[in-house]
């Protein structure tokens, strides 16, 4: 079936120590985006990728980083940097167009 | 994107039409109105959208108002099950006929379908 796959569903880590957190999509879709929800709070939006090889900042992209190498998968690492790494990160995919975006089951992330 | 602004939450009987309002006033000609919800812990999922005109699917309805100042979800009989964050977004459409760039979104409304 069509659609766009994070993993892991929970992932622990400890402070000071990168890591990432895996998107694909099946859905060939050019443009996908990294979010992160706080507890009771909106989705910020964190980078963004139109198409391959290319990829903007959002609204709070300091201590993050991602690469779009290959059209069905956009990583996001969470490096030491990022002050207060706990929260849960959402992916999305859409194709451009009056098209909605495909949204994954999220990836909560515990640094402990 | 234009900003938005909804209420922070509301309450709806079940089986009731549960009216969701969002707020906006700065919405330009060439941006669209966007309607996500979110169920606790899992990704958004998309609802309607719509540019001046009313549009109608199987999970709801969405009403513009003249001006586009403003707009309305309806879900026409509410259950249990609609519980959820509902966010309400404005998206421009790029001349070209395209939609990149930024899928904003802001605090949304948390509707309570009680029986």
């Known amino acids: 079936d069509g659609g766009i796959t994070q993993s892991p569903k929970y992932l622990f880590r400890k402070e000071g120590q990168n890591v990432t957190l895996s998107c694909e999509q099946n859905?060939?879709?050019?443009?996908m985006y990294w979010y992160r929800q706080d507890p009771g709070q909106g989705l910020r939006l964190i980078y963004y990728?139109?198409?391959?090889?290319?990829?903007q900042k959002g609204d709070i992209a300091e201590g993050y980083s991602v690469s779009r190498e290959k059209k069905e998968s956009f990583p996001l690492t969470v490096t030491s940097a990022q002050k207060n790494p706990t929260a849960f990160y959402l992916c999305?995919?859409?194709?451009?167009?009056?098209?909605?975006?495909?949204f994954g089951q999220g990836t909560r992330l515990t640094v402990v | 994107d234009a900003k938005t602004t909804q209420p922070t939450s509301m309450d709806c009987a079940e089986g009731r039409a549960a009216n969701l309002p969002c707020n906006h006033s700065?919405?330009?000609?060439?941006?669209?109105v966007y309607w996500y919800r979110q169920i606790h812990s899992q990704g958004p999922q998309y609802i309607i959208h719509?540019?001046?005109n009313n549009e109608t699917n199987e999970m709801a309805s969405l009403i513009i108002t003249e001006d586009r100042k403003s707009s309305t979800l309806i879900l026409p009989h509410a259950t249990l099950r609609d519980t959820a964050v509902y966010y309400c977004?404005?998206?421009?459409?790029?001349?070209?006929?395209?939609?990149?760039?930024?899928?904003?979104f802001g605090q949304g409304t948390i509707l309570t379908v009680h029986p």
């Open positions: 719509g540019l001046k």
């Open positions: 859905l060939n879709h050019d443009a």
């Open positions: 700065t919405i330009s000609g060439n941006e669209y």
């Open positions: 977004i404005v998206r421009v459409l790029n001349a070209g006929g395209t939609s990149y760039g930024k899928l904003t």
């Open positions: 990728s139109q198409i391959v090889n290319d990829f």
């Open positions: 999305a995919s859409s194709i451009p167009g009056l098209y909605e975006a495909f």
